[in-house]
């Protein structure tokens, strides 16, 4: 029970997922809750309910022109067929909306190996209209997630196509290790993990040119005469957003606490932005979540 619980989540926060990402989290590797036991012995039905809070909203290496701090809450079901259903909700603090994204999506596990393991599935991205996040330009995403263990060391390749109100493709490389300390903390069956990873992102970028067309006046113009850019000067950038060319790198450390049915994690990661367009003024950036996850089977 204890591998069964370690697993589960640390694929479902390794984005770097990510994620995500991490998704994340809202991080860069989406469906966040899509990172289920796909690397037990046997399959088990399993039901998993978490909480989240991080520092800022991040999607496949973009942020928005301000930070978005949320909450988030998930569920997530696996069958022991390998099918899997979830369900994420989303609330940005600095935001109007009661609930700023809801997910709903499905997908399949499957084993090739001991070592090759992988998960393929779909996601569908519910935004309020007031919504201000950068994701909220992309309602879509098929996700195909395929991992291989070294022993030494955990690779993964995810592959994202959204489409919506704009069309992306993204290959995300991660690399992480997972090692766990082998004495307890407050009882017999605690213990503390550690999952640090590397992750790069390549891919296009057209969810931004959407976001600046559906959010005029929110991005910082190159220009200092003229502080914001409108609409109609948004095509210049068209062309830049759809070559496929390297869009993030970034490490994580997370640090959790375990029992046998549930996970308080601690995870920093930073973050270092490539080929930002011109309206997008994205920096490097430390970003800092809070993670709880309960799991029932």
């Known amino acids: 029970m204890k591998k069964i619980c370690i697993l589960f989540f640390s694929l479902m926060l390794n984005a770097l997922g990510v994620y995500a990402d991490g998704h994340w989290l809202l991080n860069d590797s989406i ?14 039905q399993s039901l998993s309910v978490g909480v989240s809070m991080g520092s800022d909203a991040q999607f496949f290496g973009r942020t928005g ?43 399949y596990l499957y084993r090739v190996t001991p070592q090759l393991t992988g998960n393929v599935s779909y996601t569908r991205f519910i935004f309020n209209r007031n919504a201000l996040i950068i994701k909220s330009a992309s309602s879509n995403d098929i996700n195909f997630n395929n991992s291989y263990d070294f022993k030494i060391f955990k690779a993964g390749v995810v592959m994202d196509y959204l489409f919506g109100e704009s069309s992306d493709f993204f290959i995300t490389l991660n690399a992480s290790k997972y090692f766990e300390t082998s004495w307890s903390i ?23 040119q959407k976001y600046g067309v559906n959010h005029p006046g ?38 959790a606490y375990n029992q046998p049915h549930y996970t308080f994690e601690f995870a920093y990661k930073y973050s270092l932005p490539f080929n930002v367009e011109g309206i997008l003024k994205n920096h490097r950036e430390s970003f800092y979540n809070l993670t709880f996850y309960y799991l029932f089977y």
């Open 65 to 107: 022109p301000q930070k978005y701090p949320f909450f988030n809450t998930d569920v997530i079901y696996n069958a022991k067929s390998g099918f899997f259903v979830y369900g994420s909700l989303y609330k940005v603090f600095t935001s109007n909306p009661i609930i700023d994204e809801t997910d709903i999506g499905a997908g």
């Open 31 to 44: 469906p966040k809750a899509a990172r289920p036991d796909t690397d037990t012995v046997a399959r088990k």
């Open 186 to 208: 407050f009882s017999d069956n605690d213990y503390l993990s550690f999952n640090p990873g590397i992750q790069f992102i390549v891919g296009t970028q057209n969810f931004v």
């Open 218 to 255: 929110r991005f910082d113009h190159d220009s200092d005469q003229n502080p914001y850019i409108q609409p109609p000067l948004f095509p210049q950038y068209a062309g830049y957003n759809s070559e496929f060319k390297l869009l993030n790198y970034s490490i994580k450390i997370p640090i």
